[in-house]
């Protein structure tokens, strides 16, 4: 059953009629010809970052769109993935009126940013299995249900979801679905922005703090309709990617050849690392990953979590999460920083 989508039913009221700010650099952009800057009330005297950035960020977009086949209008970037998964919140969702739907156990930041917005959460918990629900996730959803949150590969779980219910969700969900693929380049699954088209409810979150070796930057990338883009563009800050991460991430995504042999690296790490906690008398069970990290059931998460960390290393005790009562979360680390964890795990007692 093919639903009627319109994206002005979904905007919140107030956000429909907003004209965004126009800034310096909206209403003259430099086209790279020597002109005399007296408008933006900037120090003149060069050191790099005297200027404003392009609050577009159009030579970043490029590359990235050029990457995927896209367009610059099919992007929207943000100080993180976090930004944009709140510029996403408060362009949709009306507080205390709206609802949001997320699927424990996931990333916490959902639930954060409802909490933030004063927008309801409905939780529908992932399957034994970490498979979406669908039937239940459909029965959650009522007229102000605005965004199903699909974290896909999930943390802390490690899996991606199932195509076959992703798509049962992106035709009959009546909201927008946000698919977060903070962890796509470590999978065997492709991404979603392929399905833009087919979608008009998709939006596809990424981020450059995983694969792309760049937390300490904060860039997230949002994928979706140019439209839906056009409205998350009216309430986003104008400035809000500074020069030196747009520099930065430039650099960064330009040089493909040098993530992949990092992306290779991580992955065999984690092929080791699945291997080696296998082995380990008390891990009970491990769950295969597509994504830098690994979740693992042992005896005792909490008394593990304690002597690991007295040992020098820090993982993530996932326990308290539901569905992961003694789970144990590890990153893929560098060779060196693998073999120190195995070798923590195989002296406990
Ligand atoms: C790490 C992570 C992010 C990244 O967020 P940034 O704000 O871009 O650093 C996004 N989503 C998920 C599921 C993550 O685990």
Redesign the pocket.
């Known amino acids: 059953m093919k639903k009627e989508f319109d994206i002005e039913n979904l905007i919140r009221k107030n956000v429909r009629g907003l004209k965004p700010y126009s800034s310096a650099r909206d209403e003259y952009v430099s086209d790279g010809s020597p002109m005399v800057f007296l408008d933006a009330n900037e120090n003149p005297f060069e050191n790099g970052v005297n200027r404003y950035p392009d609050p577009q960020q159009r030579s970043l977009k490029q590359e990235l769109a050029n990457k995927e086949g896209l367009e610059r209008g099919n992007i929207l970037l943000g100080n ?4 944009v998964l709140d510029l996403i919140f408060r362009a949709f969702c009306e507080p205390s009126v709206d609802n949001v739907i997320t699927l424990p156990p ?2 916490g ?1 959902y639930a954060v940013l409802a909490n933030i917005n004063d927008v309801e959460n409905r939780e529908v918990w992932l399957t034994e299995d970490f498979e979406p629900d669908v039937d239940k996730i459909l029965d959650a959803a009522d007229s102000k249900s605005k965004i199903l949150f699909l ?1 896909s590969p999930n ?1 802390p779980t490690g899996n991606s979801f199932s195509r076959k219910s992703i798509v049962k969700l992106l035709e009959n969900f009546r909201g927008l679905v946000v698919i ?1 693929e ?2 796509v380049d470590f999978s065997t699954t492709e991404s979603w922005i392929s399905h833009l088209q087919r979608f008009p409810n998709l939006m596809v ?1 990424q ?4 694969a792309y070796g760049m ?1 300490g930057i ?3 990338i949002c994928w979706a309709s140019s439209d839906i883009i056009a409205i998350l563009n009216k309430i986003k800050p104008p400035y809000n990617v500074n020069e030196l991460t747009q520099q930065k991430a430039l650099e960064r995504v330009r040089d493909a050849a040098s993530v992949k042999r990092e992306i290779s690296r991580i992955l065999r790490g984690r092929e080791r690392l699945v291997n080696a906690l296998k082995s380990i008398p008390f891990v009970v069970h491990v769950h295969p990953s597509d994504a830098n990290f690994v979740l693992a059931k042992v005896d005792n998460a909490d008394r593990r979590y304690d002597q690991i960390l007295k040992a020098g290393v820090v993982v993530r005790n996932r326990t308290t999460q539901p569905l992961c009562t003694d789970t144990l979360r590890f990153t893929v680390g560098t060779e060196a920083e693998n073999e120190k964890l195995i070798e923590v795990l195989k002296s406990l007692q």
């Open positions: 993180g993935s976090d930004e996931t990333y930041m974290c943390n977060d903070a962890y979150t981020t450059l703090s995983k937390a904060r860039l997230g």
